[in-house]
């Protein structure tokens, strides 16, 4: 699986301010209703449940939130770059500023999974995330994030 096919360029933040998790957590729902159709409470909930069963902070600051949404017919993702790292309580107790989000079908076990792996594949190449880092304009960073996966695939 490829980015390209569940992130959309409508759907790349360039540059947020959230002040906590829950805050983050908040915007990255009501972009999912602005972009996706979802219901921003229901995205909301259904990640904020998720955390509770283990933070989703793979460390190196990146946060890879995610949750299974009933109405959704295919994998859909988000990507956030924040002005300011919030505490997220990664696996290395550091701050997360890179936020993939990903909502999946109820019934899209192996999708998601896959969606997963590439996700945060992509995100622990540290070269990847500098550049993410460094760039503000948002059809740069989709082109960073959707870039890679084709290099690799070839």
């Known amino acids: 699986m490829e980015l390209n096919q569940i992130l959309s360029a409508e759907a790349v933040i360039p540059s947020l301010n959230a002040t906590s998790k829950k805050r983050l957590l908040q915007d990255i729902a009501q972009m999912a209703e602005q972009v996706y159709g979802l219901p921003s ?10 955390e509770l069963l283990g933070p989703t902070g793979m460390g190196n600051g990146v946060g890879i939130p ?10 859909k993702g988000i990507f956030v770059r924040l002005d300011k790292p919030v ?18 079908p109820l019934g899209a076990g192996a999708e998601h999974l896959k969606a997963l792996a590439r996700v945060s594949r992509t995100l622990r190449n540290p070269e990847i995330c500098a550049k993410l880092r460094g760039v503000s304009d948002p059809a740069a960073i989709y082109a960073i994030l ?9």
């Open 87 to 104: 505490e997220y309580e990664s696996v290395d107790h550091q701050p997360v500023d890179l936020v993939f989000a990903l909502f999946a």
């Open 146 to 154: 959707t870039e890679d996966q084709t290099s690799k695939a070839a």
């Open 66 to 75: 995610h949750a299974r949404i009933p109405v959704l017919q295919d994998v």
């Open 41 to 50: 409470k229901e995205v909301f909930l259904a990640i904020q449940d998720r």
